[in-house]
Every structure is written in C-alpha cells, then in structure tokens.
C-alpha cells in the first residue's frame, strides 16, 4: 500500500527556516514524481514545488521561488521541502503527494488535479 508521511513541521519566527520531510512506503520510488501543496485556512490548495522521477526537473511557486528548495533521496525514499525566510503568509498545512511517471515534466508548478496519492499534512505557523 502507496503511504505518505509528512514530518518536520511547527511553529517558527518570521525569518526563520524548517524542512519538511515526506517519508515513502509501498511503491517504487523511482518511478514517481513528488509535488508539495500547502492549504492555508479558507483557501484553496496551492501547489508549492514538485519534482520529477529523475531529480532533473524542478519548478516552484512564484510566491516561494528563492526561498523553498525541494529535493529527493531515493535512497531513503524521502522527498524534503526546505523553507527559507519564511514570512507569516506561509502558514498553512503542507501537503505531499506523488504521481507515477509523468509529473513535474511541464515547467510549471505542480497542480492538484494531477496527483493522485496525497499524505495527511504537516501544519506550519509563521509567527510575525
């Protein structure tokens, strides 16, 4: 069975930095695509970052661009999400999801509609 488990959030100062981890089970790593979402209250989902199967391609949010980096180990089967200068607006739940084979192959950020395994979240506060 496909599980994620995202971990490493909690509570921050602006200005401050976390990294978000998304550990893997049940499928072959390799062959999937990884994107973080985050939803923050009252809003809608917004796609972060994603990655592609073979770490080559990566695309971010304007919003996080030269703050957040993803990145993959395959051989932990972990995907991270380090956030850098966080700011009070990045307070949300964030959200790991995978897909087989063809995500993060566009050049854009990672839309929703395309993944179809999803983890339960780590909250993130930014206290200003």
């Known amino acids: 069975q496909l599980r994620l488990a995202e971990s490493g959030g909690g509570l921050v100062q602006s200005g401050g930095s976390l990294r978000l981890s998304c550990a893997t089970s049940?499928?072959?790593?390799?062959?999937?695509?990884f994107g973080w979402f985050r939803q923050a209250p009252g809003k809608g989902r917004e796609g972060v970052a994603c990655?592609?199967?073979?770490?080559?391609?990566?695309n971010y949010a304007a919003s996080v661009k030269g703050r957040f980096t993803i990145s993959r180990d395959n051989a932990r089967k972990t995907v991270y999400l380090q956030m850098n200068s966080l700011k009070p607006e990045d307070t949300a739940l964030y959200y790991c999801?995978?897909?087989?084979?063809?995500?993060?192959?566009?050049?854009?950020?990672?839309?929703?509609?395309?993944?179809?395994?999803w983890g339960r979240g780590a909250q993130v506060t930014v206290s200003s």
């Open positions: 049940g499928f072959t790593f390799e062959r999937y695509g």
């Open positions: 999801a995978a897909e087989f084979l063809y995500a993060c192959l566009n050049g854009l950020p990672p839309a929703q509609d395309e993944y179809h395994y």
């Open positions: 990655i592609n199967r073979d770490g080559d391609e990566i």
